[in-house]
T-cell receptor
């Protein structure tokens, strides 16, 4: 049981290049999330997927796209990378149920450190 | 949308002292408040959480208190140890959704000096 995995761990891009960050979970969770973490700003939600087949914008979606490929996988794409997207990216997943009322633990992946030059 | 403010941004204590981190939230509909700990270079991990129908929750040296009227909640760590050194994040979740979208505070860097 690997939990939440992310690839790659590190990436350096030049401005204008594109790339896809991969995330997978083996906990049979319905909901998945992408965050970015910048110093002094906490974790900010980029996109989330409440369930397979649905995606929604979070707090900072500009410059990103996502795909919920299946229940296990949720990818984040940067179409034209910019230096402002230099950050650490975390994927997370959570089991859902109406009894949770919005609560419950989110499990995070190990993160991807992205630098855009 | 929800806004979560966290203070202080840095906190330095001596081993054995207590540490308190405070958060305020803006949306009165929020009903779930977790705290995450992130060690250097690692992923955030849940350490304790509280729901709006409870005023206080304890787990060994860690406790969380919630004041719904004032819309603030706090993390209390007693008898701090060097391994408590990390970044701590509070968060809030808006009621009515089953997918648990969290809004995080800015984080507190806690340093425990031996």
């Amino acid at each position: 049981n690997a939990g939440v995995t992310q690839t790659p761990k590190f990436q350096v891009l030049k401005t204008g290049q594109s790339m896809t960050l991969q995330c997978a979970q083996d906990m049979n969770h319905n909901s998945m999330y992408w965050y970015r973490q910048d110093p002094g700003m906490g974790l900010r939600l980029i996109y989330y997927s409440a369930s397979e087949g649905t995606t929604d914008k979070g707090e900072v979606p500009n410059g990103y796209n996502v795909s919920r490929l299946n229940k296990r996988e949720f990818s984040l794409r940067l179409e034209s990378a910019a230096p402002s997207q230099t950050s650490v990216y975390f994927c997370a997943s959570k089991a859902t149920g109406r009894s949770s009322g919005g609560g419950g633990e989110q499990f995070f992946g190990p993160g991807t450190r992205l630098t855009v030059l | 949308g929800e806004n979560v403010e966290q203070h202080p941004s840095t906190l330095s204590v001596q081993e054995g002292d207590s540490a308190v981190i405070k958060c305020t939230y803006s949306d009165s509909a929020s009903n779930y408040f977790p705290w995450y700990k992130q060690e250097l270079g690692k992923r955030p991990q849940l350490i304790i959480d509280i729901r709006s129908n409870v005023g206080e929750k304890k787990d060994q040296r860690i406790a969380v208190t919630l004041n719904k009227t004032a819309k603030h909640f706090s993390l209390h760590i007693t008898e701090t140890q060097p391994e408590d050194s990390a970044v701590y994040f509070c968060a809030a979740s808006i009621r009515g959704t089953s997918y648990g979208k969290l809004t995080f505070g800015q984080g507190t860097i806690l340093t425990v000096h031996p």
